[in-house]
DNA sequence: CAGTTAGTCAACCTAATGGTTTACTTTTTA
DNA sequence: TAAAAAGTAAACCATTAGGTTGACTAACTG
């Protein structure tokens, strides 16, 4: 039995989960953006995308500004770094280790050329 | 419209948001272990628990090996860098900064505490 | 003031999640 | 050889997720 689970991991993981929020976070690592810049690359209606933003928001990795009828999203990046620190935990599996280099090099290389993921 | 996702990060991340498959990965990072030792620390039956163990492995993030009726689970760390080198990108928002740098103390303390989360 | 724009909210739908139980196969053990 | 143990598979259930549309509020703009 878990005794302390971490809801603030559950909802970061879980929000990083989704390929059109990961794109969202990308997008807003280039500054400030209203949620209808946000949901303008994706073919999804305005609602969905802002459902979108609700879920980053709730996980803490986006805040809101409201200025008048528009609401501008930032990216909270201490929230990824909380959820990159979990990660600390395991670096001892492949740190120093080659193969594990490889594997993110290529995942680099595949978030490079995605361009937004 | 996001021209290419990563259904492997989609999988890792989401395997990840479930304290009870993190509390798995903790567990395996201190060696093999079969479904049913996996399974033993949850209220839950073991039919429930091969079941995360079965999302593990789908993402990758965990291995099988079989010997007679005993499925031994091994940790597999390189899909466990591969998704750290997701956050690599975003680092540049809080490396050197001391607030994230809290952050990250912060909940590498949450951890210590919940002991295998 | 009329119309458009930004965005949320609520209702709805379908598919996926996380859990259960029961049945089954295979392997081990008494 | 009979019973127990390890595990999966399938059927089922309740809840959540991801999406839609339509109605609504608030704020700009002509």
Chains 1, 2 share one sequence.
Not at 3 to 24: C, G, I, K, N, W
Not at 102 to 111: G, K, M, P, V, W
Request: contains cysteine; charged residues 25%.
């Amino acid at each position: 039995m878990v005794e302390y689970q971490s809801p603030h991991l559950d909802a970061v993981f879980h929000a990083l989960s989704d390929p059109t929020r990961r794109a969202m976070l990308h997008r807003l690592s280039g500054g400030e953006q209203s949620v209808s810049q946000l949901a303008q690359p994706f073919d999804m209606s305005l609602a969905g995308a802002s459902k979108h933003v609700k879920v980053l928001e709730g996980a803490g990795l986006v805040s809101r500004r409201v200025d008048g009828r528009t609401h501008y999203c930032r990216l909270e990046a201490a929230r990824l770094a909380e959820a990159q620190a979990w990660f600390r935990y395991y670096e001892r599996f492949w740190s120093n280790r080659l193969d594990a280099l490889q594997a993110i090099l290529e995942a680099e290389d595949r978030e490079s050329s995605a361009g937004r993921d």
